[in-house]
Protein backbone atom coordinates (compact mmCIF):
# COMPACT_ATOMS: atom_id res chain seq x y z
CA UNK A 1 0.00 0.00 0.00
CA UNK A 2 2.90 2.41 1.06
CA UNK A 3 4.58 1.92 -2.33
CA UNK A 4 1.32 2.34 -4.02
CA UNK A 5 0.42 5.76 -2.64
CA UNK A 6 3.74 6.77 -3.47
CA UNK A 7 3.38 6.20 -7.16
CA UNK A 8 -0.37 7.95 -6.79
CA UNK A 9 1.39 11.05 -5.35
CA UNK A 10 4.22 11.06 -8.13
CA UNK A 11 1.47 11.12 -11.02
CA UNK A 12 -0.76 13.57 -9.46
CA UNK A 13 2.75 16.05 -9.37
CA UNK A 14 3.38 15.17 -13.24
CA UNK A 15 -0.52 15.44 -14.01
CA UNK A 16 -0.30 19.26 -12.21
CA UNK A 17 2.52 19.80 -13.89
CA UNK A 18 0.83 19.02 -17.32
CA UNK A 19 -2.47 21.19 -15.99
CA UNK A 20 0.32 24.06 -15.14
CA UNK A 21 2.19 24.21 -18.58
CA UNK A 22 -1.16 23.73 -20.13
CA UNK A 23 -2.51 26.85 -19.06
CA UNK A 24 0.67 28.83 -19.22
CA UNK A 25 0.98 28.02 -23.16
CA UNK A 26 -2.91 28.71 -23.13
CA UNK A 27 -2.44 32.10 -22.14
CA UNK A 28 0.86 32.92 -24.10
CA UNK A 29 -1.35 31.57 -27.25
CA UNK A 30 -4.41 33.59 -26.34
CA UNK A 31 -2.33 36.99 -25.55
CA UNK A 32 -0.89 36.90 -29.17
CA UNK A 33 -2.70 40.45 -30.52
CA UNK A 34 -4.25 39.79 -33.52
CA UNK A 35 -4.74 42.80 -36.50
CA UNK A 36 -7.78 44.76 -35.91
CA UNK A 37 -9.52 46.83 -38.86
CA UNK A 38 -10.99 50.13 -38.81
CA UNK A 39 -14.10 51.64 -41.14
CA UNK A 40 -13.07 52.61 -44.60
CA UNK A 41 -13.40 56.25 -44.85
CA UNK A 42 -14.36 58.16 -47.79
CA UNK A 43 -12.73 61.50 -47.47
CA UNK A 44 -12.35 65.20 -49.69
CA UNK A 45 -9.42 65.79 -47.45
CA UNK A 46 -6.80 63.97 -44.94
CA UNK A 47 -4.16 65.08 -43.02
CA UNK A 48 -1.45 64.47 -45.02
CA UNK A 49 1.11 63.47 -42.19
CA UNK A 50 -0.85 61.03 -40.20
CA UNK A 51 -3.38 59.84 -43.44
CA UNK A 52 -6.55 60.53 -40.36
CA UNK A 53 -9.82 61.65 -41.95
CA UNK A 54 -10.11 65.72 -41.96
CA UNK A 55 -13.11 66.17 -44.09
CA UNK A 56 -15.76 62.76 -44.41
CA UNK A 57 -17.43 62.62 -47.71
CA UNK A 58 -19.14 60.33 -49.89
CA UNK A 59 -21.02 62.60 -52.52
CA UNK A 60 -19.09 64.62 -54.72
CA UNK A 61 -19.36 67.42 -56.97
CA UNK A 62 -19.04 66.47 -60.87
CA UNK A 63 -15.42 68.94 -60.70
CA UNK A 64 -13.86 67.31 -57.93
CA UNK A 65 -10.28 66.68 -58.79
CA UNK A 66 -9.36 64.33 -55.79
CA UNK A 67 -10.65 62.04 -53.76
CA UNK A 68 -9.27 60.11 -50.53
CA UNK A 69 -10.17 56.69 -48.42
CA UNK A 70 -8.39 56.05 -45.14
CA UNK A 71 -8.85 53.23 -42.73
CA UNK A 72 -7.16 52.82 -39.52
CA UNK A 73 -4.95 49.23 -38.67
CA UNK A 74 -3.81 48.19 -35.16
CA UNK A 75 -0.92 44.61 -34.78
CA UNK A 76 -0.19 44.75 -38.32
CA UNK A 77 3.02 43.16 -39.61
CA UNK A 78 5.41 45.49 -41.72
CA UNK A 79 5.70 42.91 -44.12
CA UNK A 80 2.13 42.08 -44.62
CA UNK A 81 0.55 43.26 -47.43
CA UNK A 82 -2.50 45.47 -48.21
CA UNK A 83 -4.04 46.46 -51.49
CA UNK A 84 -6.86 49.38 -52.39
CA UNK A 85 -8.99 49.01 -55.53
CA UNK A 86 -11.44 51.70 -56.42
CA UNK A 87 -14.63 50.59 -58.56
CA UNK A 88 -17.12 51.49 -61.02
CA UNK A 89 -20.32 50.24 -59.18
CA UNK A 90 -22.30 50.13 -63.23
CA UNK A 91 -19.92 48.20 -64.85
CA UNK A 92 -17.85 46.25 -62.24
CA UNK A 93 -14.48 47.76 -64.37
CA UNK A 94 -11.47 48.80 -61.68
CA UNK A 95 -10.67 52.15 -61.95
CA UNK A 96 -7.60 52.09 -60.27
CA UNK A 97 -5.53 49.88 -57.63
CA UNK A 98 -2.38 50.12 -55.78
CA UNK A 99 -0.95 47.08 -53.41
CA UNK A 100 2.40 47.00 -51.54
CA UNK A 101 3.79 46.17 -48.00
CA UNK A 102 2.71 48.10 -44.64
CA UNK A 103 6.49 48.60 -43.99
CA UNK A 104 9.04 46.42 -45.60
CA UNK A 105 11.68 45.41 -42.72
CA UNK A 106 9.66 46.44 -39.65
CA UNK A 107 10.03 44.90 -36.52
CA UNK A 108 7.34 44.79 -34.15
CA UNK A 109 3.51 45.57 -34.81
CA UNK A 110 2.24 48.57 -36.68
CA UNK A 111 -0.64 50.58 -35.69
CA UNK A 112 -1.37 53.15 -37.71
CA UNK A 113 -3.72 54.90 -40.37
CA UNK A 114 -2.97 54.12 -44.41
CA UNK A 115 -4.64 55.41 -47.23
CA UNK A 116 -5.01 56.05 -51.07
CA UNK A 117 -6.70 58.79 -53.29
CA UNK A 118 -8.00 58.66 -56.72
CA UNK A 119 -6.72 62.25 -58.53
CA UNK A 120 -7.24 63.54 -61.73
CA UNK A 121 -4.81 63.43 -64.51
CA UNK A 122 -3.25 66.65 -65.81
CA UNK A 123 -4.58 65.96 -69.18
CA UNK A 124 -7.83 65.02 -68.64
CA UNK A 125 -11.03 66.95 -68.54
CA UNK A 126 -12.38 65.21 -65.44
CA UNK A 127 -11.66 62.59 -62.62
CA UNK A 128 -14.52 60.09 -63.17
CA UNK A 129 -17.81 60.15 -64.92
CA UNK A 130 -21.20 60.60 -62.51
CA UNK A 131 -22.19 57.82 -61.20
CA UNK A 132 -21.50 55.18 -58.17
CA UNK A 133 -18.35 54.30 -57.21
CA UNK A 134 -16.68 51.74 -54.37
CA UNK A 135 -13.14 51.02 -52.87
CA UNK A 136 -12.04 47.56 -51.02
CA UNK A 137 -9.33 47.24 -48.61
CA UNK A 138 -7.66 43.83 -48.44
CA UNK A 139 -5.22 42.63 -46.11
CA UNK A 140 -3.26 39.54 -47.29
CA UNK A 141 -5.64 38.93 -49.93
CA UNK A 142 -8.56 39.08 -47.51
CA UNK A 143 -11.16 41.71 -48.14
CA UNK A 144 -11.19 43.63 -44.73
CA UNK A 145 -13.35 46.75 -45.28
CA UNK A 146 -15.24 48.74 -47.94
CA UNK A 147 -16.79 51.97 -48.58
CA UNK A 148 -18.80 53.65 -51.80
CA UNK A 149 -19.26 57.36 -53.16
CA UNK A 150 -21.22 59.02 -55.56
CA UNK A 151 -20.24 61.41 -58.14
CA UNK A 152 -23.28 63.74 -59.00
CA UNK A 153 -23.80 64.98 -62.50
CA UNK A 154 -23.63 68.67 -63.02
CA UNK A 155 -25.89 70.86 -65.14
CA UNK A 156 -24.15 71.87 -67.65
CA UNK A 157 -24.25 76.18 -68.49
CA UNK A 158 -23.89 78.56 -70.78
CA UNK A 159 -20.71 80.08 -71.21
CA UNK A 160 -20.89 82.48 -73.86
CA UNK A 161 -23.33 83.16 -76.94
CA UNK A 162 -21.34 85.29 -80.08
CA UNK A 163 -23.29 86.23 -83.56
CA UNK A 164 -20.39 86.00 -86.11
CA UNK A 165 -19.46 85.69 -90.09
CA UNK A 166 -17.82 83.40 -90.05
CA UNK A 167 -17.01 79.86 -87.87
CA UNK A 168 -14.51 77.47 -87.94
CA UNK A 169 -14.69 73.56 -87.92
CA UNK A 170 -15.34 72.96 -83.91
CA UNK A 171 -18.10 75.71 -84.51
CA UNK A 172 -16.38 78.78 -83.04
CA UNK A 173 -16.57 82.25 -84.00
CA UNK A 174 -13.61 83.50 -85.98
CA UNK A 175 -15.53 86.88 -87.62
CA UNK A 176 -17.39 88.04 -84.52
CA UNK A 177 -20.15 90.66 -86.10
CA UNK A 178 -23.95 92.20 -85.33
CA UNK A 179 -24.43 93.42 -88.78
CA UNK A 180 -24.53 91.38 -91.95
CA UNK A 181 -25.42 91.36 -95.45
CA UNK A 182 -28.83 90.10 -96.83
CA UNK A 183 -26.50 87.60 -99.21
CA UNK A 184 -24.72 86.72 -95.52
CA UNK A 185 -25.48 83.59 -93.38
CA UNK A 186 -26.16 84.61 -89.46
CA UNK A 187 -24.23 82.38 -87.22
CA UNK A 188 -25.29 82.45 -83.41
CA UNK A 189 -22.34 80.32 -81.90
CA UNK A 190 -22.91 79.09 -78.35
CA UNK A 191 -20.36 77.68 -76.03
CA UNK A 192 -21.45 75.31 -73.10
CA UNK A 193 -18.86 74.26 -70.27
CA UNK A 194 -19.68 70.63 -71.01
CA UNK A 195 -22.64 68.41 -73.19
CA UNK A 196 -25.04 66.58 -70.69
CA UNK A 197 -26.96 63.69 -72.37
CA UNK A 198 -30.89 64.55 -72.71
CA UNK A 199 -30.41 68.54 -72.95
CA UNK A 200 -31.80 70.99 -75.21
CA UNK A 201 -30.29 73.65 -76.71
CA UNK A 202 -32.61 76.06 -78.27
CA UNK A 203 -31.94 79.51 -80.82
CA UNK A 204 -34.99 81.51 -82.37
CA UNK A 205 -34.53 83.84 -84.58
CA UNK A 206 -36.99 86.98 -84.76
CA UNK A 207 -37.53 89.45 -86.58
CA UNK A 208 -38.30 93.31 -85.10
CA UNK A 209 -42.35 92.67 -85.06
CA UNK A 210 -41.01 89.37 -82.50
CA UNK A 211 -42.12 86.90 -85.05
CA UNK A 212 -40.60 83.71 -84.99
CA UNK A 213 -38.29 83.64 -88.53
CA UNK A 214 -36.62 79.89 -87.51
CA UNK A 215 -36.80 77.62 -84.21
CA UNK A 216 -33.76 75.42 -84.25
CA UNK A 217 -33.66 72.86 -81.31
CA UNK A 218 -30.34 70.84 -80.75
CA UNK A 219 -31.07 67.84 -78.90
CA UNK A 220 -27.79 66.44 -76.70
CA UNK A 221 -27.73 63.22 -77.23
CA UNK A 222 -24.02 62.18 -75.61
CA UNK A 223 -22.63 63.62 -73.08
CA UNK A 224 -18.67 65.32 -73.04
CA UNK A 225 -16.97 67.28 -70.56
CA UNK A 226 -15.36 70.43 -71.87
CA UNK A 227 -16.17 73.59 -73.04
CA UNK A 228 -17.89 73.00 -76.25
CA UNK A 229 -19.52 75.55 -79.24
CA UNK A 230 -22.73 74.79 -80.94
CA UNK A 231 -23.99 76.79 -84.14
CA UNK A 232 -27.34 78.04 -85.46
CA UNK A 233 -27.50 79.23 -88.63
CA UNK A 234 -30.23 81.50 -90.53
CA UNK A 235 -29.87 82.51 -94.28
CA UNK A 236 -31.65 83.02 -96.90
CA UNK A 237 -33.55 80.56 -99.44
CA UNK A 238 -31.53 80.10 -102.83
CA UNK A 239 -31.76 82.80 -105.02
CA UNK A 240 -33.39 85.13 -102.29
CA UNK A 241 -31.70 87.42 -99.49
CA UNK A 242 -32.69 88.23 -95.99
CA UNK A 243 -34.73 91.42 -95.33
CA UNK A 244 -32.74 94.90 -94.15
CA UNK A 245 -33.68 95.39 -91.05
CA UNK A 246 -33.20 94.64 -87.22
CA UNK A 247 -33.38 91.08 -86.06
CA UNK A 248 -33.06 88.99 -82.57
CA UNK A 249 -31.99 85.87 -81.61
CA UNK A 250 -33.07 83.90 -78.14
CA UNK A 251 -31.31 81.42 -77.07
CA UNK A 252 -32.37 79.18 -74.74
CA UNK A 253 -31.30 75.96 -72.23
CA UNK A 254 -33.81 73.05 -71.48
CA UNK A 255 -36.82 75.88 -72.35
CA UNK A 256 -35.06 78.63 -70.25
CA UNK A 257 -34.16 81.95 -71.95
CA UNK A 258 -30.57 82.55 -71.69
CA UNK A 259 -30.41 85.81 -72.99
CA UNK A 260 -31.44 87.50 -76.41
CA UNK A 261 -29.12 88.74 -78.42
CA UNK A 262 -29.86 92.01 -81.51
CA UNK A 263 -28.26 92.24 -84.60
CA UNK A 264 -29.11 94.21 -87.97
CA UNK A 265 -28.62 93.19 -91.74
CA UNK A 266 -28.13 95.82 -93.37
CA UNK A 267 -27.40 97.27 -97.71
CA UNK A 268 -24.90 95.49 -99.41
CA UNK A 269 -21.34 96.96 -98.91
CA UNK A 270 -20.33 99.29 -101.21
CA UNK A 271 -17.94 98.54 -103.63
CA UNK A 272 -14.15 100.27 -103.32
CA UNK A 273 -13.44 99.27 -106.65
CA UNK A 274 -13.45 95.23 -106.84
CA UNK A 275 -10.14 94.41 -104.96
CA UNK A 276 -7.61 91.97 -107.12
CA UNK A 277 -4.00 91.09 -107.88
CA UNK A 278 -4.33 90.04 -111.05
CA UNK A 279 -1.70 92.68 -112.25
CA UNK A 280 1.42 91.94 -109.74
CA UNK A 281 1.41 95.60 -108.51
CA UNK A 282 4.16 95.68 -106.23
CA UNK A 283 5.82 98.82 -104.52
CA UNK A 284 9.41 98.33 -105.26
CA UNK A 285 10.46 102.51 -104.17
CA UNK A 286 11.65 101.09 -100.56
CA UNK A 287 13.25 97.57 -101.78
CA UNK A 288 17.05 99.19 -101.27
CA UNK A 289 17.09 101.64 -98.95
CA UNK A 290 14.92 99.67 -96.58
CA UNK A 291 15.16 96.39 -97.43
CA UNK A 292 10.93 95.27 -98.39
CA UNK A 293 8.69 95.19 -101.16
CA UNK A 294 4.68 94.79 -100.65
CA UNK A 295 2.24 94.11 -102.88
CA UNK A 296 -1.10 96.27 -103.54
CA UNK A 297 -4.46 95.97 -105.26
CA UNK A 298 -5.22 96.31 -109.19
CA UNK A 299 -5.66 100.11 -110.11
CA UNK A 300 -4.56 101.39 -106.36
CA UNK A 301 -1.98 104.15 -106.31
CA UNK A 302 -0.01 105.29 -103.58
CA UNK A 303 1.58 108.10 -102.15
CA UNK A 304 5.19 108.12 -100.61
CA UNK A 305 6.77 109.78 -97.52
CA UNK A 306 10.50 109.87 -96.58
CA UNK A 307 12.45 110.99 -94.00
CA UNK A 308 14.63 110.98 -90.87
CA UNK A 309 12.27 109.14 -89.25
CA UNK A 310 12.24 106.60 -91.65
CA UNK A 311 9.42 106.26 -94.29
CA UNK A 312 5.44 105.39 -94.86
CA UNK A 313 3.54 104.89 -97.90
CA UNK A 314 -0.63 104.70 -98.63
CA UNK A 315 -1.90 102.76 -100.87
CA UNK A 316 -5.59 104.52 -102.35
CA UNK A 317 -8.55 102.83 -103.84
CA UNK A 318 -9.42 103.80 -107.11
CA UNK A 319 -12.43 105.48 -105.60
CA UNK A 320 -11.38 108.36 -103.50
CA UNK A 321 -14.48 108.57 -101.41
CA UNK A 322 -14.03 105.22 -100.20
CA UNK A 323 -13.44 104.62 -96.35
CA UNK A 324 -10.28 102.55 -97.01
CA UNK A 325 -6.71 102.90 -96.87
CA UNK A 326 -3.73 100.81 -96.04
CA UNK A 327 -0.43 102.44 -94.95
CA UNK A 328 2.75 100.62 -94.55
CA UNK A 329 5.06 102.47 -91.61
CA UNK A 330 8.84 101.69 -91.61
CA UNK A 331 10.77 103.62 -88.03
CA UNK A 332 14.50 103.74 -88.29
CA UNK A 333 16.05 102.77 -84.72
CA UNK A 334 15.38 105.46 -82.20
CA UNK A 335 12.37 106.19 -83.09
CA UNK A 336 10.46 103.24 -81.99
CA UNK A 337 9.58 102.02 -79.06
CA UNK A 338 11.74 99.53 -77.09
CA UNK A 339 10.35 97.76 -74.43
CA UNK A 340 6.25 96.78 -73.69
CA UNK A 341 5.16 99.09 -71.69
CA UNK A 342 6.51 102.07 -74.47
CA UNK A 343 5.36 99.77 -77.07
CA UNK A 344 1.63 99.37 -75.58
CA UNK A 345 1.71 103.33 -75.15
CA UNK A 346 2.74 103.28 -78.81
CA UNK A 347 -0.05 101.12 -80.43
CA UNK A 348 -2.70 102.99 -78.00
CA UNK A 349 -2.03 106.38 -79.51
CA UNK A 350 -2.27 105.30 -82.65
CA UNK A 351 -5.51 103.81 -82.18
CA UNK A 352 -6.45 106.96 -80.25
CA UNK A 353 -5.55 109.35 -83.33
CA UNK A 354 -7.20 107.04 -85.77
CA UNK A 355 -10.80 106.61 -83.76
CA UNK A 356 -10.89 110.54 -83.16
CA UNK A 357 -13.92 111.47 -81.66
CA UNK A 358 -15.10 108.16 -82.22
CA UNK A 359 -15.77 106.00 -79.07
CA UNK A 360 -13.88 102.02 -78.54
CA UNK A 361 -16.48 99.16 -79.27
CA UNK A 362 -15.12 96.30 -76.80
CA UNK A 363 -11.48 95.24 -76.32
CA UNK A 364 -9.30 95.02 -78.91
CA UNK A 365 -7.89 91.61 -80.60
CA UNK A 366 -4.45 90.24 -80.06
CA UNK A 367 -3.28 87.73 -82.19
CA UNK A 368 0.24 86.33 -83.00
CA UNK A 369 1.02 85.41 -86.73
CA UNK A 370 3.54 84.46 -88.96
CA UNK A 371 4.43 86.14 -91.92
CA UNK A 372 5.20 83.54 -95.17
CA UNK A 373 9.04 83.68 -94.45
CA UNK A 374 8.28 82.65 -91.03
CA UNK A 375 9.03 85.28 -88.53
CA UNK A 376 6.06 85.98 -86.22
CA UNK A 377 4.01 89.66 -86.03
CA UNK A 378 1.45 90.74 -83.59
CA UNK A 379 -1.87 91.38 -85.16
CA UNK A 380 -4.47 94.20 -83.33
CA UNK A 381 -7.89 94.66 -84.23
CA UNK A 382 -9.66 97.62 -83.01
CA UNK A 383 -13.49 98.70 -83.70
CA UNK A 384 -14.86 102.14 -83.44
CA UNK A 385 -18.22 103.67 -83.60
CA UNK A 386 -19.72 106.79 -84.73
CA UNK A 387 -23.47 107.77 -83.58
CA UNK A 388 -24.13 109.16 -87.11
CA UNK A 389 -21.23 107.28 -89.64
CA UNK A 390 -21.35 103.95 -88.15
CA UNK A 391 -18.69 101.80 -87.28
CA UNK A 392 -15.35 101.56 -88.67
CA UNK A 393 -12.50 98.58 -87.76
CA UNK A 394 -8.65 99.25 -87.49
CA UNK A 395 -6.08 96.28 -88.05
CA UNK A 396 -2.30 97.07 -86.75
CA UNK A 397 0.31 94.09 -87.75
CA UNK A 398 3.76 94.97 -86.26
CA UNK A 399 7.33 93.27 -86.85
CA UNK A 400 11.04 94.50 -86.86
CA UNK A 401 13.83 93.57 -89.15
CA UNK A 402 17.16 94.76 -89.71
CA UNK A 403 17.01 97.33 -87.11
CA UNK A 404 13.65 99.17 -88.02
CA UNK A 405 10.03 98.64 -86.79
CA UNK A 406 7.25 97.96 -89.36
CA UNK A 407 3.70 98.73 -89.05
CA UNK A 408 1.44 97.55 -91.34
CA UNK A 409 -1.94 99.50 -91.21
CA UNK A 410 -5.60 99.22 -92.18
CA UNK A 411 -8.81 101.28 -91.70
CA UNK A 412 -12.01 101.19 -93.03
CA UNK A 413 -15.77 101.87 -92.45
CA UNK A 414 -17.93 98.81 -92.13
CA UNK A 415 -19.22 99.14 -95.57
CA UNK A 416 -15.27 98.35 -97.19
CA UNK A 417 -14.68 95.68 -94.26
CA UNK A 418 -14.73 92.87 -96.74
CA UNK A 419 -12.43 95.52 -99.73
CA UNK A 420 -10.24 96.16 -96.67
CA UNK A 421 -9.78 92.28 -95.78
CA UNK A 422 -8.22 91.28 -99.31
CA UNK A 423 -6.20 94.49 -99.48
CA UNK A 424 -4.84 94.22 -96.37
CA UNK A 425 -3.92 90.89 -96.51
CA UNK A 426 -3.43 90.12 -100.19
CA UNK A 427 -0.59 92.73 -99.76
CA UNK A 428 0.59 91.15 -96.86
CA UNK A 429 0.82 87.82 -98.19
CA UNK A 430 3.15 89.70 -101.34
CA UNK A 431 5.75 91.14 -98.47
CA UNK A 432 8.82 90.68 -99.49
CA UNK A 433 12.10 91.24 -97.06
CA UNK A 434 15.62 91.40 -98.82
Same mark, same amino acid.
Given at each position: ???? #?????????????????????????????? @??? /?????????????? #???? #????????????? &???????????????????? &????SILYEISDKYL???????????? *???????????????????????????????????????????? +????????????? @??????????? !???NACVQLDYFVS?????? +??? !????? &?????? %????????????????? %???????? @? &?? +?????? =???????? *???????????????????????????? !??????? /? =?????? %???? !??????????????????????????????????????????????????????? +???????????????????????????????????????? %???????????????? =?? *??????? /? /????????
Open positions: MIKN #EKIIKRFLVVLAAVFILASILFGFTSCAKQ @PVF /GKLIVCEKINPETK #EPII #EKNEFDFNVKEIF &VTLKFENVRGDDNYRFVWKD &VANDAGQKGLISTWIS *SSLTKKPDADILVLPGNYEVEFYHNGELKSSAKFVVNQQKAEIL +KVQLSKEVNEAAE @PISPADKFEPS !DVIGDVVKA +KFL !DSSGK &VLLETP %YNIKDSYYSPTWINFTL %YAAEGEKL @P &VG +KYNVEI =YLNDKLFG *SFPFEIIKEQQIAGEVSFNDNNYFTEAK !DKYGFMI /G =YPDGWN %YDLI !DNNTGMNVTFNPPNPDAALRTVMFVLNKGFYPTNEKEFEKFITDIAENSRGDMKQ +KGEPVFTEKKLKNGSTYAEIIYYFTDPNKGEFGLILSTFF %YKDRMFLWYGFAHESF =YN *SLNKAYY /G /GLDMLELR
